[in-house]
């Protein structure tokens, strides 16, 4: 089972995207999912999560201008006031405790910046 990650394209300097994860897997409801950015030349790094209950983590990245959220077997991801440091392709992943992917990787969503 892989995540299905959408909703990326391409946004003007201080634009918003919206990113949904689709995750049909029975662990959804049990453990957390966490979004990663893997920029151009750089490694994936995670960026926000959210636990089943709601509880939410950002990294300063993002932190202030991101908004996550979960709906039925989804979780969006919502950045705002994008800059060129943000283009990159977005994934997405359920995550145990201990902070370990459970997943398989998608397709991830590419974000380009750009005015």
């Known amino acids: 089972v892989q995540p299905v990650e959408s909703g990326g394209g391409l946004v003007t300097p201080g634009g918003s995207l919206t990113l949904s994860c689709s995750v049909p897997?029975?662990?959804?409801?049990?453990?957390?999912m966490a979004w990663y950015r893997q920029s151009p030349g750089k490694q994936r790094e995670r960026i926000a999560s959210?636990?089943?209950?709601?509880d939410t983590l950002y990294t300063d990245s993002v932190q202030g201008r991101s908004v996550l959220s979960r709906g039925k077997n989804t979780v969006y991801l919502q950045l705002n006031s994008l800059t060129f440091e943000d283009a990159g392709v977005y994934f997405c992943?359920?995550?145990?405790?201990?902070?370990?992917?459970?997943?398989?990787w998608g397709q991830g969503t590419r974000v380009t910046v750009s005015s």
């Open positions: 959210i636990s089943p209950e709601g």
């Open positions: 992943n359920l995550v145990t405790v201990a902070g370990l992917e459970i997943l398989s």
């Open positions: 897997h029975a662990l959804f409801n049990i453990d957390a």
